[in-house]
């Protein structure tokens, strides 16, 4: 049977450091004019999703999802180390995208 969850639900990822690392890294690379935070965030959790990479039982629907705060802090110390690496940047001019957000570009 099927279990529906109203609200937003956090789920969390199966994916180990370095996989996360390669899909943000694919996703920054394959946009030229910057990514930002939060399309990262979504676009990791559409491809687990896809994939089949999300912990917990298979017999629920979300009304929402979102990742959970432990794999955002993944996220975002990912996007540091590669900051540190010299492999992607802020873009700390954001006037230019839809929305007030932090957006980064391959370095």
Same mark, same amino acid.
């Not at 030229?32 to 990262?40: A, E, N, S």
């Given at each position: 049977m099927t279990k529906i969850k109203l609200g937003t639900t956090a789920l969390d990822l199966t994916y180990a450091d370095d996989e996360l690392r390669e899909k943000i890294l694919n996703? $920054?690379?394959a946009h @030229?004019?910057? $990514?930002?935070?939060? @399309?990262?965030c979504a676009y990791i959790l559409s491809q687990a999703q896809s994939e089949g990479r999300i912990y917990g039982p298979?017999?629920?629907v979300y009304q929402w999802e979102s990742l959970s705060h432990m794999d955002v802090m993944r996220v975002d110390r990912i996007l540091w180390q590669l900051i540190w690496k010299h492999r992607l940047v802020i873009d700390f001019d954001n006037s230019h995208y839809p929305t007030q957000d932090i957006y980064f570009l391959r370095a």
């Open positions: 996703y $920054v690379y @030229d004019d910057g $990514v930002g935070f939060r @399309d990262i298979k017999d629920e």
